[in-house]
Protein backbone atom coordinates (compact mmCIF):
# COMPACT_ATOMS: atom_id res chain seq x y z
CA UNK A 1 0.00 0.00 0.00
CA UNK A 2 1.38 3.44 -1.18
CA UNK A 3 1.95 5.75 1.80
CA UNK A 4 3.37 9.17 2.48
CA UNK A 5 4.75 11.02 5.54
CA UNK A 6 6.31 14.93 6.15
CA UNK A 7 9.63 14.54 8.07
CA UNK A 8 10.73 17.85 9.82
CA UNK A 9 14.74 18.59 8.87
CA UNK A 10 16.46 21.66 10.56
CA UNK A 11 16.34 22.72 6.78
CA UNK A 12 12.71 22.30 6.31
CA UNK A 13 9.71 19.82 5.27
CA UNK A 14 10.54 16.66 3.45
CA UNK A 15 7.80 14.39 2.06
CA UNK A 16 8.78 10.57 1.55
CA UNK A 17 6.62 8.21 -0.16
CA UNK A 18 7.12 4.72 0.00
CA UNK A 19 5.14 1.40 -1.95
CA UNK A 20 5.38 -2.37 -1.05
CA UNK A 21 8.82 -2.03 0.40
CA UNK A 22 9.94 0.57 -1.93
CA UNK A 23 11.02 4.21 -1.66
CA UNK A 24 9.12 5.80 -4.54
CA UNK A 25 9.37 9.57 -3.52
CA UNK A 26 11.52 11.90 -1.94
CA UNK A 27 10.10 15.39 -2.44
CA UNK A 28 11.12 18.87 -0.40
CA UNK A 29 8.50 21.07 0.89
CA UNK A 30 5.14 19.51 2.37
CA UNK A 31 3.78 17.59 -0.97
CA UNK A 32 0.82 15.69 -1.41
CA UNK A 33 2.03 12.08 -2.52
CA UNK A 34 0.75 9.08 -3.89
CA UNK A 35 -0.82 6.92 -0.90
CA UNK A 36 -1.82 7.94 2.15
CA UNK A 37 -0.62 9.98 5.21
CA UNK A 38 1.38 7.79 7.67
CA UNK A 39 4.30 6.89 8.26
CA UNK A 40 5.95 3.15 7.56
CA UNK A 41 9.38 1.61 8.32
CA UNK A 42 11.25 2.70 4.90
CA UNK A 43 9.68 5.76 5.12
CA UNK A 44 11.31 6.25 8.74
CA UNK A 45 14.33 4.96 8.04
CA UNK A 46 14.85 6.83 4.48
CA UNK A 47 14.09 10.13 7.33
CA UNK A 48 17.04 9.27 9.21
CA UNK A 49 19.37 8.58 6.58
CA UNK A 50 18.35 11.89 5.02
CA UNK A 51 19.14 13.54 8.36
CA UNK A 52 22.32 12.31 8.49
CA UNK A 53 23.32 13.52 4.86
CA UNK A 54 22.30 17.10 5.76
CA UNK A 55 24.14 16.79 8.64
CA UNK A 56 26.96 15.16 7.03
CA UNK A 57 27.51 11.72 8.40
CA UNK A 58 26.13 9.74 5.49
CA UNK A 59 27.26 10.43 1.81
CA UNK A 60 25.48 6.99 0.86
CA UNK A 61 21.84 6.10 0.82
CA UNK A 62 21.08 2.42 1.58
CA UNK A 63 17.71 2.12 0.24
CA UNK A 64 15.72 0.43 -2.18
CA UNK A 65 14.84 2.64 -5.17
CA UNK A 66 11.77 2.26 -7.16
CA UNK A 67 11.27 5.74 -9.09
CA UNK A 68 8.80 5.68 -11.50
CA UNK A 69 9.33 7.13 -15.21
CA UNK A 70 10.04 6.61 -18.56
CA UNK A 71 12.60 3.89 -19.52
CA UNK A 72 15.00 7.00 -20.40
CA UNK A 73 14.11 8.76 -17.43
CA UNK A 74 15.14 5.51 -15.36
CA UNK A 75 18.32 5.09 -17.60
CA UNK A 76 19.15 8.93 -16.52
CA UNK A 77 18.13 8.54 -13.00
CA UNK A 78 20.46 5.35 -12.75
CA UNK A 79 24.04 7.33 -14.19
CA UNK A 80 23.06 9.99 -11.49
CA UNK A 81 23.79 7.25 -8.30
CA UNK A 82 27.33 6.72 -10.13
CA UNK A 83 28.08 10.49 -9.56
CA UNK A 84 30.50 10.46 -6.87
CA UNK A 85 29.81 12.53 -3.29
CA UNK A 86 31.07 15.72 -3.42
CA UNK A 87 31.12 15.87 -7.31
CA UNK A 88 29.31 17.05 -10.33
CA UNK A 89 29.13 16.15 -14.04
CA UNK A 90 27.38 18.15 -16.90
CA UNK A 91 24.55 17.50 -18.54
CA UNK A 92 26.57 16.60 -21.58
CA UNK A 93 28.72 14.26 -19.65
CA UNK A 94 25.00 12.25 -18.63
CA UNK A 95 24.34 12.06 -21.30
CA UNK A 96 27.22 10.51 -22.53
CA UNK A 97 27.44 8.45 -19.83
CA UNK A 98 24.50 6.38 -21.05
CA UNK A 99 25.51 5.89 -24.69
CA UNK A 100 22.99 9.34 -25.82
CA UNK A 101 25.81 12.41 -26.17
CA UNK A 102 23.85 14.30 -28.31
CA UNK A 103 20.63 13.96 -26.15
CA UNK A 104 21.76 16.41 -22.97
CA UNK A 105 18.33 18.87 -23.18
CA UNK A 106 16.43 15.34 -22.76
CA UNK A 107 19.02 14.63 -19.81
CA UNK A 108 17.93 17.77 -18.44
CA UNK A 109 14.71 17.13 -18.64
CA UNK A 110 15.05 13.90 -16.67
CA UNK A 111 17.24 15.47 -13.85
CA UNK A 112 14.13 18.00 -13.36
CA UNK A 113 11.45 15.56 -13.30
CA UNK A 114 13.54 13.12 -10.73
CA UNK A 115 10.99 12.18 -8.14
CA UNK A 116 13.64 10.98 -5.64
CA UNK A 117 15.44 14.45 -4.55
CA UNK A 118 18.91 13.83 -2.71
CA UNK A 119 18.94 9.91 -2.89
CA UNK A 120 19.36 10.40 -6.64
CA UNK A 121 21.81 13.53 -6.43
CA UNK A 122 20.33 15.56 -9.05
CA UNK A 123 21.66 18.50 -7.42
CA UNK A 124 25.59 16.94 -8.84
CA UNK A 125 24.73 17.90 -12.38
CA UNK A 126 25.43 21.19 -13.58
CA UNK A 127 25.42 23.23 -16.90
CA UNK A 128 28.74 23.13 -18.97
CA UNK A 129 29.76 26.48 -17.83
CA UNK A 130 29.49 25.09 -14.26
CA UNK A 131 26.86 27.50 -13.10
CA UNK A 132 24.34 26.00 -11.00
CA UNK A 133 21.75 25.92 -13.28
CA UNK A 134 17.96 24.85 -12.91
CA UNK A 135 16.54 23.12 -10.29
CA UNK A 136 13.34 21.85 -9.68
CA UNK A 137 14.27 23.42 -5.79
CA UNK A 138 15.51 26.04 -6.78
CA UNK A 139 19.59 27.22 -7.45
CA UNK A 140 19.68 28.56 -3.49
CA UNK A 141 18.73 24.90 -2.52
CA UNK A 142 21.44 23.51 -5.17
CA UNK A 143 23.87 25.47 -3.97
CA UNK A 144 23.35 24.19 -0.62
CA UNK A 145 23.29 21.11 -1.39
CA UNK A 146 27.03 21.05 -3.19
CA UNK A 147 27.89 22.94 -0.70
CA UNK A 148 27.64 21.13 2.00
CA UNK A 149 29.11 18.20 0.26
CA UNK A 150 32.24 20.05 -0.57
CA UNK A 151 32.27 21.58 3.20
CA UNK A 152 31.81 17.31 4.36
CA UNK A 153 34.97 16.25 2.25
CA UNK A 154 37.10 19.04 3.18
CA UNK A 155 36.82 18.47 6.81
CA UNK A 156 37.05 14.23 6.61
CA UNK A 157 33.47 13.69 7.60
CA UNK A 158 30.62 11.05 6.34
CA UNK A 159 30.13 7.83 5.46
Not at 14 to 28: F, R, W, Y
Not at 41 to 49: D, F, M, R, T, Y
Not at 67 to 96: H, K, M
Not at 121 to 138: E, F, I, Q
Request: with cysteine; net charge positive.
Amino acid sequence: MASFYHYRTPYGIVAIGCDEGVLTHVALGAKELPGVFQPCALSNEAANQLQEYLAGKRRLFDLPLKPSGTPFQLQVWDALQFIPYGQTRSYSEVAASIGRPSSSRAVGQAVKANPLAIVIPCHRVLPADGSLGGYAYGPRTKAFLLDLESRTLSAGFGG
